[in-house]
């Protein structure tokens, strides 16, 4: 008889979004984002950090003072690496991710065709990009949706 305590879809691609986060070197935001295609299948995956063939030692992690000695303007975020680190068709996809979009990925996941995004937190919820952000996803009719904290340990 097969066992019955294994992890639904959801916690088991949250998990791998968390998993990815692990790569991050942001000291204070660890992004992670996993894409899956219609038939259950990963077709990218990603976390936030800066362009791949720049030092990450290079660039400033701080996230006040002068724009440009901050990371914002340098971070490629978890949700966008993912879209360039797929490897198939987007359509009709669903994007995990552990901290809800802001307007500028908003705007890559329409383009791509992802129909669904599942997060984790929405710790920005009042800032303009993620007003913003829900506003574009809205008109474009992609349905979000916060899933209950999990954890993953790694160790």
């Not at 669903?94 to 791509?112: D, G, H, M, R, T």
């Amino acid at each position: 008889m097969k066992r019955n305590d294994y992890i639904s879809w959801d916690k088991y691609f949250m998990g791998v979004a968390l998993l990815s986060a692990k790569r991050s070197k942001d000291p204070n935001t660890q992004v992670g984002c996993c894409i899956v295609n219609q038939d259950k299948r990963i077709v990218g995956i990603g976390y936030n950090g800066v362009p791949m063939v720049i030092d990450d030692d290079l660039l400033p992690w701080d996230r006040t003072g002068n724009y440009l000695n901050t990371k914002y303007p340098y971070v490629v975020h978890a949700e966008s690496n993912a879209i360039l680190n797929s490897t198939r068709d987007l359509k009709g996809a669903i994007l995990y991710v552990s901290l809800f979009p802001c307007n500028e990925c908003a705007k890559l996941i329409i383009q791509s065709g992802i129909k669904e995004i599942v997060y984790l937190h929405d710790i920005h919820h009042d800032s303009d990009e993620t007003v913003a952000s829900r506003r574009l996803l809205e008109l474009a009719h992609i349905k979000t949706r916060q899933m209950e904290e999990i954890s993953i340990e790694v160790k």
